[in-house]
Structures are given as C-alpha cells and as structure tokens.
C-alpha cells in the first residue's frame, strides 16, 4: 500500500495564481483532511471531508476550496494564491473506527511558496 | 485562542537521557490525548495516545502522565537515542463531537546528542 499520495511535493507561485493540490489514500479510510503547517504554529486544520460529497471547513479554510467526488482523492484548491499561504500542507486520511481516537495517517506533505 | 500550549519549544539531550514534553490545555470537551512524531521531510506519525480514565500509558520508551485536573498532559522519553531527533507535537481532541479535528500544539525539536 502506498497509504496518503501527496504532489506535488514542491511549487512556486505567484501572487494570484491557482493551483491545485492533490492528495490520493489507497487505504479506503472514510475521513480526509488537509492541515497547513507553519513555523511555531504547529499543524491548523483547512478542510475536512467524512465521505464521499461531504465536506466541511476547519480552523483556517479561507482562499481554499475542497470536494471529495470518490473515497480515494481529496484535492485541495487555491483559488488566488497570497504570499500569506506559503506553507507546508498535509493531507491526512483515517478511518472511522481510528478518527474518534486522533490517529491519522499523513502524506509526506506538500511545501509551496508564493512569490 | 490558543487552546493547547506546548513546551519547551526546544529540547537538547544527550543519549541516555530522559526527555520530557509538557502540553496544557483549556478545552474541557478534550476526551483522547495524542502524541505526534515527526521526521524532516516527513509528515507527523501517531506515537502514543491516552484517555483521561488512565493517568499513564508506557509503550516502551514512551509514556504519557495525564493530569485531567490540572489539564495538562506529557510525555516522557525514556532512555532517549539520537534516532529519537524529531518533532514532537501534542494534538488533542474532543473525539465524539469534533470528528477528527485534532488542535495541535506548537511542537517541540528534540536533539538526542550521542
């Protein structure tokens, strides 16, 4: 099993652009997640998603969009990038039996920068 | 509102040693408290977590002490190597009503010298 497939690993953009992140599990799990990462801040959840068509914002979910058409991915969108969304991103998967308990699974995380 | 506060910020050891992270938090609603580890260039990985009607939980050179009326909990590293030289957050979470939504705390770099 691969478990949570992250790319790119690396971007650059500039102010305005869009791009998207994408973020595939092979683990069937039910629950996916996208956390920012950045320096002293520790881990801030953006978007989460229980299934399939559901999905529900987290702590910071400004300038991004989420959808979850099948169980496996998880694409997370930034419409006009800001400098201020230069980060870290992870996506997280788990299942529903495992979530309650705080155990997820992390990909190996996505490092962007905007110019 | 910072809900969880975590420290030191950074740890230096030496091989051997007896590391120890502290987490506080504010959030009552917290029912599970887990530990996360993580690597450079790596995402973070479950190392040990507990529920509040337990005061400690060993899995082998780890260990959580859980002070629910203090609201705090931490982890002790026993017999600490330079493999253990990693990021260490605490992330807590009201299991039941916050489906999966982990607050994490500021993180913690531990060094292992040998």
């Known amino acids: ?115 | 509102q910072q809900q969880v506060k975590q420290s030191p910020q950074s740890l230096i050891v030496q091989k051997g040693g007896i590391s120890i992270i502290n987490c506080a938090y504010e959030n009552t609603a917290f029912d599970y408290f887990p530990w996360y580890q993580q690597f450079p260039g790596k995402g973070p990985a479950l190392l040990i977590a507990i529920r509040p009607d337990v005061s400690e939980k060993k899995e082998g050179r780890f260990t959580i002490s859980f002070n629910k009326s203090a609201k705090q909990f931490s982890l002790h590293i026993m017999d600490s190597q330079p493999g253990d030289s990693a990021t260490y957050f605490c992330a807590p979470l009201a299991g039941g009503t916050s489906y999966g939504k982990l607050t994490f705390g500021q993180g913690t770099i531990l060094t292992v010298h040998p």
């Open chain 1, 1 to 115: 099993n691969a478990g949570v497939t992250q790319t790119p690993k690396f971007q650059v953009l500039k102010t305005g652009q869009s791009m998207t992140l994408q973020c595939a599990q092979d683990m069937n799990h039910e629950y996916m997640s996208w956390y920012r990462q950045d320096p002293g801040m520790g881990l801030r959840l953006i978007h989460y998603s229980v299934g399939a068509g559901i999905t529900d914002q987290g702590e910071v979910p400004n300038g991004y969009n989420v959808s979850r058409s099948t169980t496996e991915d998880f694409p997370l969108r930034l419409l006009s990038a800001a400098p201020s969304q230069t980060s870290v991103y992870f996506c997280a998967s788990s299942s529903g039996d495992r979530v309650v308990t705080g155990e997820l699974f992390f990909g190996e995380g996505s490092r962007l920068t905007v110019l």
